[in-house]
């Protein structure tokens, strides 16, 4: 079974990333800074095996969420 799954965790994961990437990219334009994408494969990489070993769900950008929260001008680090 860990084979057909790790089959499908592969495209899933790149596709992922490149979403995250994309998404963080847009507003790192719209806001004046950078993003460095080595730097977030390793964040959304620790973020996602970490969890793993107690039943989460995996890391992801969600692009309705962040809209808003960028429309209200809400701040994270």
């Given at each position: 079974?860990?084979?057909?799954?790790?089959?499908?965790?592969?495209?899933?994961?790149?596709?992922?990333?490149?979403?995250?990437?994309?998404?963080?990219?847009?507003f790192?334009?719209?806001?004046?800074?950078?993003?460095?994408?080595?730097?977030?494969?390793?964040?959304?990489?620790?973020?996602?095996v970490?969890?793993?070993?107690?039943?989460?769900?995996?890391?992801?950008?969600?692009?309705?969420?962040?809209?808003?929260?960028?429309s209200?001008?809400?701040?994270?680090?």
């Amino acid at each position: 079974m860990m084979s057909r799954v790790a089959l499908d965790a592969i495209p899933l994961a790149v596709i992922s990333f490149a979403f995250t990437v994309s998404l963080s990219e847009m507003f790192a334009k719209k806001h004046g800074y950078t993003v460095r994408p080595n730097q977030e494969m390793v964040a959304i990489g620790l973020c996602n095996v970490v969890p793993s070993f107690f039943h989460c769900f995996t890391t992801s950008a969600a692009l309705a969420k962040t809209m808003v929260k960028d429309s209200t001008g809400c701040q994270t680090q």
